[in-house]
């Protein structure tokens, strides 16, 4: 257990400045400004309807496909702002990628779900898809249960299977900023603990972003924790202090599961 | 390896580090008992900061492992027990403090008593390190029996050299740290069995009851 | 709990004989039908072209009706399915998207032989197509295109939205989603939408009347642009217009008519449920 008490801020990967996002007329998220460094598992916390989703799916511009949402100020990745007119948002969905809280694999084969997000970014080399797919299948520890039935539906796998096969879909197009929204939220127990112990081992090559309604598993997992209430970002700090010593009255109020 | 294995593997590597230092001082006053040269005793002053330290990380150590690992059933025991004999090893080093500054105004020869009594701490606080690291009950529960022969010697010897002030504390010293050893033992036996043999009557009693 | 159980003993009862009810008419029908016609089944009945109407084979009837068939999927598969996938994937759901619910939900509701003279009007008289297959095919399609488009579009509403999330956050595009991802998903519910249209194509009978029946026809058609006979006129004809045709005769006509429709729909349900089955989808 390493005591961390202060935020390595030497490599930023993301950046929030400023963030207001509006569904219709509410007000989602509120002068949000928050950094998240590389290679570091950054969780958001916060009860339902504080907008750490709707900020997870800023950082990736999924929210593009509500209608009715309109976002001031600016995000940076890699200090490039995101929200840019010539920003390509599929490159920027293949740099940054997401995991979605329900496993979500395509009804396609295991092989072609992989091989999904590569073969639409352009790449027909067979021999390189076939090893981007074992590579990825690999790094998720799914290999070996399904080296010899590639050519079978994604749809038979279990359901922690079937989201480390997503995880896997997500690795294949090389992101460097994997974004997650409740990866194991509707998982079994071991499957979630094989899941966490994957985003652990996630880290040391991607940028993490975990949104979390398990304060447990920002806990276990997280190097920074960032607690949101009513579309307001409350506290960032490492993991270790919030819950231990949190600065704000309410992170602590949070944690120690006497709200409201 | 799980996460909890790694958190603990670490708190581990920590705990090694303060018995490390523990058992090296222990051993300085033994030597310097023994030899009746008390040259080398500046260490034992030397690690206090040391010792102080290490406890302070141990302690936030298990702290954020309680936090954000939850640990549970013999990780949990270990870690509980780890903050409780945590203190227990810090009052060592003050112990050996004290029987150091003793030692200074005494002036040789030193009775042999209290060279067989040093000896007998040494191994006693060497063994409940060994217990301790290893997470050996039976050793543990070895230690606490040799505690009474110990208190006997140590009452003797107070008997003996009541006139000799630096004598009697320097004894009384050892004595207490006898007794944070068997401290250090009963965690053990919580740590590995789960069972609590603090506060029974009579030895036999309290290892009774950690017979399974 | 006695009373409980005879009620439920009760209702189970009716369900079953309501059950039952729907079933036996249907297998009857077909029984009845098998039974006075299969005596006619046979090679020479099946696969030659008969010199007359009254006897003979029924080889040209049976090839002009899996033929107007194939046309009419040709023509409205394409269009009901992109029409469902507009519909279902590009619009926003304003003041278009419900003209266009409205318009075929009243298409569906009009009578058949509404869509005989319309294609008569149109197709053949204004777009001088001439009374042919192609003429047929127009006709028959816009007939079943709300079908198609209807069933087409509950099945790619069906498609989850997980999964088209999972598809952009890949970097895909709008089109690379539709394409390689749910219209490939909806395949078994679009499948089932031209199952049920091509048993109503081979069925039909008043679009095809007046725009690509023959009555009589002693060869195949060659192209799109000739008349055919069809199963369903056939057996119209021979029931109502023409003297002196045995029951033997058309029960055997109706006995095939039914039998095209089955094979055609067996043919598709296979179609899907491989298709199903390799998705991993099970419907």
């Given at each position: 257990?390493?005591?961390?008490?202060?935020?390595?801020?030497?490599?930023?990967?993301?950046?929030?400045?400023?963030?207001?996002?509006?569904?219709?007329?509410?007000?989602?998220?509120?002068?949000?400004?928050?950094?998240?460094?590389?290679?570091?598992?950054?969780?958001?916390?916060?009860?339902?309807?504080?907008?750490?989703?709707?900020?997870?799916?800023?950082?990736?511009?999924?929210?593009?496909?509500?209608?009715?949402?309109?976002?001031?100020?600016?995000?940076?990745?890699?200090?490039?702002?995101?929200?840019?007119?010539?920003?390509?948002?599929?490159?920027?969905?293949?740099?940054?990628?997401?995991?979605?809280?329900?496993?979500?694999?395509?009804?396609?084969?295991?092989?072609?779900?992989?091989?999904?997000?590569?073969?639409?970014?352009?790449?027909?080399?067979?021999?390189?898809?076939?090893?981007?797919?074992?590579?990825?299948?690999?790094?998720?520890?799914?290999?070996?249960?399904?080296?010899?039935?590639?050519?079978?539906?994604?749809?038979?796998?279990?359901?922690?299977?079937?989201?480390?096969?997503?995880?896997?879909?997500?690795?294949?197009?090389?992101?460097?900023?994997?974004?997650?929204?409740?990866?194991?939220?509707?998982?079994?127990?071991?499957?979630?603990?094989?899941?966490?112990?994957?985003?652990?081992?996630?880290?040391?090559?991607?940028?993490?972003?975990?949104?979390?309604?398990?304060?447990?598993?920002?806990?276990?997992?997280?190097?920074?924790?960032?607690?949101?209430?009513?579309?307001?970002?409350?506290?960032?700090?490492?993991?270790?202090?919030?819950?231990?010593?949190?600065?704000?009255?309410?992170?602590?109020?949070?944690?120690?599961?006497?709200?409201? | 390896?799980?996460?909890?294995?790694?958190?603990?593997?670490?708190?581990?590597?920590?705990?090694?580090?303060?018995?490390?230092?523990?058992?090296?001082?222990?051993?300085?006053?033994?030597?310097?008992?023994?030899?009746?040269?008390?040259?080398?005793?500046?260490?034992?002053?030397?690690?206090?900061?040391?010792?102080?330290?290490?406890?302070?990380?141990?302690?936030?150590?298990?702290?954020?492992?309680?936090?954000?690992?939850?640990?549970?059933?013999?990780?949990?025991?270990?870690?509980?027990?780890?903050?409780?004999?945590?203190?227990?090893?810090?009052?060592?080093?003050?112990?050996?403090?004290?029987?150091?500054?003793?030692?200074?105004?005494?002036?040789?020869?030193?009775?042999?008593?209290?060279?067989?009594?040093?000896?007998?701490?040494?191994?006693?606080?060497?063994?409940?390190?060994?217990?301790?690291?290893?997470?050996?009950?039976?050793?543990?529960?070895?230690?606490?029996?040799?505690?009474?022969?110990?208190?006997?010697?140590?009452?003797?010897?107070?008997?003996?050299?009541?006139?000799?002030?630096?004598?009697?504390?320097?004894?009384?010293?050892?004595?207490?740290?006898?007794?944070?050893?068997?401290?250090?033992?009963?965690?053990?036996?919580?740590?590995?069995?789960?069972?609590?043999?603090?506060?029974?009557?009579?030895?036999?009693?309290?290892?009774?009851?950690?017979?399974? | 709990?006695?009373?409980?159980?005879?009620?439920?003993?009760?209702?189970?009862?009716?369900?079953?004989?309501?059950?039952?009810?729907?079933?036996?008419?249907?297998?009857?029908?077909?029984?009845?039908?098998?039974?006075?016609?299969?005596?006619?089944?046979?090679?020479?009945?099946?696969?030659?072209?008969?010199?007359?109407?009254?006897?003979?084979?029924?080889?040209?009837?049976?090839?002009?009706?899996?033929?107007?068939t194939?046309?009419t999927m040709?023509i409205a598969v394409p269009i009901g399915v992109m029409s469902a996938t507009?519909m279902s994937?590009?619009?926003?759901?304003?003041?278009?998207?419900?003209?266009l619910e409205?318009t075929i939900v009243n298409l569906a509701g009009i009578p058949s032989?509404v869509y005989?003279?319309?294609?008569?009007?149109?197709?053949?008289?204004?777009?001088?197509?001439?009374?042919?297959?192609?003429?047929?095919a127009l006709t028959m399609g816009v007939l079943i295109l709300p079908l198609i488009i209807t069933v087409s579009y509950q099945s790619l509403q069906?498609?989850?939205?997980?999964?088209?999330?999972?598809?952009?956050?890949?970097?895909?595009?709008?089109?690379?989603?539709?394409?390689?991802?749910?219209?490939?998903?909806a395949?078994?519910g679009i499948l089932t939408g031209i199952i049920l249209a091509t048993a109503r194509v081979a069925g039909e009978?008043a679009p095809?009347?007046?725009?690509?029946?023959?009555?009589?026809?002693?060869?195949?058609?060659?192209?799109?642009?000739?008349?055919?006979?069809?199963?369903?006129?056939?057996?119209?004809?021979?029931?109502?217009?023409?003297?002196?045709?045995?029951?033997?005769?058309?029960?055997?006509?109706?006995?095939?008519?039914?039998?095209?429709v089955?094979?055609l729909n067996?043919?598709a349900?296979?179609?899907r449920?491989?298709?199903?089955?390799?998705?991993?989808?099970?419907?």
């Amino acid at each position: 257990m390493s005591i961390n008490n202060k935020i390595n801020v030497e490599q930023i990967k993301l950046s929030v400045e400023n963030l207001d996002l509006f569904y219709g007329n509410n007000h989602a998220l509120k002068k949000i400004n928050i950094q998240i460094p590389a290679n570091q598992i950054t969780a958001f916390i916060g009860p339902s309807g504080c907008g750490k989703s709707s900020l997870l799916k800023c950082l990736n511009r999924m929210n593009d496909l509500i209608s009715n949402i309109k976002i001031t100020g600016q995000i940076t990745v890699d200090n490039e702002n995101i929200y840019d007119r010539k920003q390509d948002v599929t490159q920027l969905r293949r740099k940054v990628g997401m995991v979605f809280q329900k496993p979500n694999p395509f009804p396609k084969s295991i092989f072609d779900n992989v091989a999904y997000g590569i073969r639409i970014a352009g790449i027909k080399d067979k021999e390189k898809i076939n090893n981007i797919v074992e590579n990825s299948l690999k790094r998720v520890g799914l290999w070996k249960e399904v080296e010899n039935r590639l050519q079978d539906s994604a749809m038979s796998l279990s359901g922690g299977q079937a989201q480390r096969l997503c995880i896997a879909r997500t690795i294949a197009t090389h992101p460097d900023v994997i974004l997650m929204d409740e990866p194991t939220s509707a998982l079994d127990p071991i499957s979630t603990q094989v899941i966490e112990e994957l985003i652990l081992e996630l880290k040391e090559s991607y940028t993490v972003v975990i949104v979390t309604h398990n304060m447990q598993q920002a806990a276990r997992i997280s190097d920074i924790t960032s607690f949101f209430y009513l579309g307001e970002l409350v506290e960032v700090n490492p993991t270790n202090k919030i819950f231990t010593t949190p600065e704000n009255k309410l992170t602590e109020k949070y944690i120690t599961g006497r709200f409201g | 390896m799980l996460k909890v294995e790694k958190s603990v593997l670490e708190l581990r590597k920590t705990l090694e580090e303060m018995t490390d230092i523990v058992i090296s001082i222990v051993d300085t006053i033994r030597t310097c008992i023994k030899k009746e040269n008390f040259e080398t005793l500046e260490f034992v002053f030397q690690q206090d900061r040391h010792i102080d330290d290490l406890e302070k990380k141990i302690d936030q150590q298990a702290v954020a492992l309680l936090a954000l690992i939850n640990p549970m059933a013999s990780d949990l025991r270990f870690v509980f027990s780890v903050v409780k004999l945590n203190s227990d090893l810090e009052r060592i080093g003050d112990e050996c403090k004290n029987v150091a500054k003793e030692l200074k105004t005494l002036e040789p020869p030193i009775p042999e008593d209290l060279k067989i009594l040093a000896d007998k701490v040494y191994e006693m606080v060497k063994d409940a390190v060994n217990a301790l690291l290893n997470q050996n009950s039976a050793l543990a529960q070895e230690i606490i029996l040799k505690d009474d022969e110990v208190d006997k010697l140590e009452y003797s010897i107070q008997k003996k050299y009541s006139n000799s002030i630096g004598i009697a504390f320097a004894a009384k010293a050892l004595e207490r740290i006898a007794d944070h050893t068997t401290n250090i033992s009963e965690n053990v036996v919580f740590a590995t069995e789960g069972i609590d043999i603090r506060h029974e009557n009579s030895i036999m009693n309290r290892l009774g009851k950690s017979d399974k | 709990m006695v009373k409980t159980k005879i009620y439920n003993l009760i209702g189970y009862t009716i369900i079953g004989f309501l059950c039952v009810s729907t079933i036996l008419p249907i297998i009857a029908m077909i029984l009845f039908i098998f039974s006075k016609g299969i005596s006619r089944i046979n090679y020479e009945f099946l696969f030659t072209v008969s010199s007359s109407m009254e006897t003979g084979g029924i080889f040209a009837p049976i090839y002009g009706t899996i033929f107007l068939t194939f046309i009419t999927m040709l023509i409205a598969v394409p269009i009901g399915v992109m029409s469902a996938t507009y519909m279902s994937e590009y619009t926003k759901k304003g003041k278009l998207f419900y003209l266009l619910e409205l318009t075929i939900v009243n298409l569906a509701g009009i009578p058949s032989v509404v869509y005989g003279l319309f294609g008569l009007g149109i197709f053949v008289l204004l777009l001088k197509i001439g009374i042919s297959i192609l003429a047929g095919a127009l006709t028959m399609g816009v007939l079943i295109l709300p079908l198609i488009i209807t069933v087409s579009y509950q099945s790619l509403q069906a498609v989850s939205e997980n999964i088209r999330e999972a598809s952009y956050a890949l970097g895909a595009s709008r089109l690379q989603t539709v394409v390689k991802v749910i219209l490939p998903t909806a395949t078994p519910g679009i499948l089932t939408g031209i199952i049920l249209a091509t048993a109503r194509v081979a069925g039909e009978t008043a679009p095809i009347l007046f725009t690509a029946a023959a009555y009589y026809l002693p060869s195949l058609p060659s192209s799109v642009f000739d008349k055919t006979m069809l199963l369903s006129y056939h057996l119209f004809a021979i029931s109502t217009q023409v003297v002196g045709v045995s029951d033997e005769q058309k029960y055997g006509v109706t006995f095939v008519l039914i039998s095209v429709v089955l094979i055609l729909n067996l043919l598709a349900i296979l179609i899907r449920d491989k298709i199903s089955k390799k998705l991993g989808v099970h419907k």
